[in-house]
Nanobody, 115 residues
């Protein structure tokens, strides 16, 4: 059974940090591109960051470059998103996505940036 379980969301103040983690199981993790997406109320889901399966090459949305870092651990089947210097516009539900011979999504974790 495929599972993507996100954790680490919550409330942060502007300028603060949060670290999201996605634990994967049920598929061959190291051949999948792993990504984080987010969806704010009333907006479409958007790509935040991704990391390629073999090269580990990373890609970021312009809005998070220099503030967020995606990393994967193929031994532990996890992908993390370190979020620094958070802004209110980062408020959204964050989803973990695995893309390869199939596409899988996690259930999402809420991130709220507010005073």
């Amino acid at each position: 059974q495929v599972q993507l379980v996100e954790s680490g969301g919550g409330l942060a103040q502007p300028g603060g940090s949060l670290r999201l983690s996605c634990a994967a199981s049920g598929f061959i993790f190291n051949i999948f591109t792993m990504s984080w997406y987010r969806q704010a109320p009333g907006k479409e889901r958007e790509l935040v960051a991704s990391t390629a399966s073999i090269s580990g090459r990373t890609n970021y949305a312009d809005s998070v470059k220099g503030r967020f870092t995606i990393s994967r651990d193929n031994a532990k089947n996890t992908v993390d998103l370190q979020m620094n210097n958070l802004k209110p516009d980062d408020t959204a539900v964050y989803y973990c996505k695995a893309a390869g011979y199939a596409t899988y999504w996690g259930q999402g974790t809420q991130v709220t940036v507010s005073t």
